[in-house]
């Protein structure tokens, strides 16, 4: 007479379960975890490395990331993109590409993908916040306001997103209003020296 398999299953020792059979692909993620909370982020991107597939995108999400942290943006950005091409409605890889490119200064670049976010997630904040930031850096105020407003609107007692409304604010004349926000980014982040330097700047507000 036959064992029935479920009878085999059960009769099996703990070590030998199907959780632990060997993944080298589940293996190399938790290796690049490991390495990475420890800060060795070469290590890390070895780990992913060694089981690289073109065509996966969770490896290209995650080598994106893992370049960034190391500070090899353009890397970085040919991953993103790499994942962007294997799933492109999804937000989450065009999200991953801003941070490299925001760390290289393109902000051609930043708006346009940050466009293509929100003709997927209409009110995307991050989106709203990076198209904010680049409309204000080439001193494009009146654009600036429209998309970080929203963000200030959704995240009230997000520093990055008063901080900046503050000196759109500033910067587009709205002296008491930069004031008032200028105040607010001190109480969220005390130590923020951008913010004293516009409170300063403001005058009170007057």
């Known amino acids: ?26 293996q190399a993620f938790s290796d690049s975890y490991t390495q990475e909370a420890l800060g060795l982020y070469t290590e890390a991107i ?53 941070l490299p490119t925001v760390a290289l200064g393109n902000w051609t670049e930043v708006e346009k993908t940050a466009e293509e976010i929100l003709r997927i997630d209409p009110n995307n904040p991050m989106a709203h916040f990076r198209i904010g930031q680049a409309a204000y850096n080439r001193q494009d105020y009146e654009n600036a306001y429209k998309h970080v407003e929203k963000v200030v609107n959704l995240y009230p007692f997000d520093y990055d997103s008063v901080v900046l409304f503050a000196w759109i604010n500033y910067q587009g004349g709205n002296r008491s209003r930069a004031y008032t926000l200028f105040q607010k980014a001190l109480l969220i982040y005390p130590g923020s020296e951008s913010a004293a330097e516009g409170l300063k700047l403001s005058g009170g507000g007057k």
């Not at 994942?83 to 801003?98: D, I, M, Q, R, T």
């Open 46 to 98: 070895d780990a992913l490395q060694a089981v690289y597939a073109d065509d996966s995108y969770e490896l290209n999400l995650r080598l994106g990331w893992l370049y960034y942290l190391q500070g090899d943006y353009p890397r970085a950005q040919s991953y993103y993109r790499r994942a962007k091409s294997l799933l492109p409605y999804a937000v989450e890889p065009k999200l991953g590409y801003l």
């Open 1 to 26: 007479m036959k064992t029935p398999l479920l009878l085999v299953l059960f009769l099996l020792p703990a070590h030998a379960s199907f959780s632990q059979i060997e993944n080298p692909l589940l």
